[in-house]
């Protein structure tokens, strides 16, 4: 039988893969999960019966929650990185961690073939295939869903037809939950008019008494909330179980997708916004004018190739070590305050504070500098502009 890695999550196309893979083309499938910090324990050993019940030779699921931020997650918070200002990678950011995870897994087994349950109109199936075609040339891709163009209805019926009566039809929005964020597709990102409903988001928004809580970074990293210290990965976790309920980070992105077509997609983040909002106020206080201005410039062409599957280009090593060097000062606290559906930035408490007194007061008093100084500092300033007016008036 030929040897077969299937990336499954338990959902419709994955499991229409497993079965028909298994019982209908002979394949010895090997599925795997990589959880990236959307299960847990209990949820995996349903994932696990439920492969093994649709044909699968055997089950393994890898945690790469901490691989998945310290390959990808970090960077996107040293950059504050916001796809079209609004949305925080969290999927797009996953798949690369689970393309590496699952080539890894099928090259330490020997697999000839690996597959995906991606449709053709996603981009899911670039991340997938770029990052299996590079490192494993060799290694065949299988595709069902995207080959076979099947319906969601066709899957099910298949299923039913094959004697698995899980209730499909109940999944009316397709969730994907992560450390760094929860996708919501529904019927209404279809198009382009309307929201997603209150019951369409997985975490109930019921908190309305307001909280103020301290995040604590140090050089980039989230290092401790309300003082209390723990690893980056924790504390995000952490963070999120406080503010999911108010409902915070909810939102609609609307982005241009890799195969060309724009695409509709509902997530809640609440971690993820209130850490990059947080991270970039501290950064404003302690990084130059000029770093931010670049920062700038390197994240958004960073989060663009995460996006776009690129994760293995040179380029990405190279931003990453400019991201990472750039953190050496953003150390300190920031305050915030949770409240339904929203958050507000209180301010910050930093060593590396570039808001110096001694140095001067913005539209107080000059302590540095006299007013003389002041003045010939402006003259010398409008020199260009002085110079174009008089010529381009002559």
């Not at 401790?224 to 999120?240: F, M, R, T």
């Not at 980070?249 to 724009?262: A, L, S």
């Amino acid at each position: 039988m030929k040897k077969l890695v299937l990336a499954y999550s338990g959902g419709l196309d994955t499991s229409y893969c497993a079965h028909w893979l298994s019982k209908e083309e002979g394949y010895e499938v090997h599925a795997v999960t990589v959880n990236t910090g959307g299960f847990d324990t209990e949820e995996l050993e349903g994932i696990r019966a439920r492969a093994l019940e649709l044909g699968a030779t055997d089950y393994k699921a890898i945690d790469a929650v901490s691989t998945f931020y310290e390959k990808v997650v970090k960077y996107l918070i040293f950059g504050n990185v916001l796809r079209n200002n609004t949305y925080p990678l969290s999927v797009s950011a996953e798949r690369i961690v689970q393309a590496l995870e699952i080539i890894a897994y099928a090259k330490s087994i020997g697999a000839t073939h690996i597959a995906h349950g991606s449709t053709g109109a996603g981009n899911d199936q670039v991340r997938f295939d770029l990052i299996f075609q590079t490192l494993a040339p060799d290694i065949e891709i299988i595709t069902p869903i995207r080959d076979k163009k099947l319906s969601r209805e066709a899957e099910i019926e298949y299923l039913q037809a094959n004697g698995i009566p899980y209730a499909w039809e109940k999944a009316k929005y397709s969730i994907n939950k992560g450390l760094w964020g929860t996708s919501v597709g529904g019927e209404e990102t279809l198009g382009s008019e309307k929201a997603l409903p209150e019951h369409a988001y997985p975490t109930t928004a019921n908190a309305v008494e307001p909280q103020e809580i301290v995040l604590g970074f140090e050089q980039g990293e989230l290092v401790s909330l309300n003082g209390e210290s723990d690893s980056p990965v924790a504390n995000i976790q952490k963070l999120e179980a406080l503010a999911g309920p108010y409902g915070i980070g909810r939102d609609i992105h609307v982005g241009d997708t890799i195969i060309g077509i724009k695409g509709r997609v509902g997530f809640e983040a609440a971690a993820a916004l209130i850490t990059i909002k947080a991270h970039h106020l501290l950064e404003k206080h302690t990084l130059s004018k000029w770093q931010q201005f670049q920062k700038e410039q390197q994240a958004s062409f960073y989060g663009m190739l995460l996006h776009e599957g690129q994760y293995l280009d040179e380029v990405m090593r190279n931003i990453e070590a400019f991201l990472t060097d750039s953190q050496r000062h953003v150390s300190g606290e920031v305050l915030v305050k949770l409240l339904p559906y929203r958050f507000e930035l209180q301010g910050i408490r930093s060593k590396n504070d570039l808001m110096d007194s001694k140095f001067g007061s913005y539209g107080e008093m000059n302590k540095g500098w006299s007013a003389e100084e002041a003045k010939g500092f402006i003259k010398i300033l409008s020199n260009s502009g002085r110079i174009a007016q008089q010529v381009h008036n002559q």
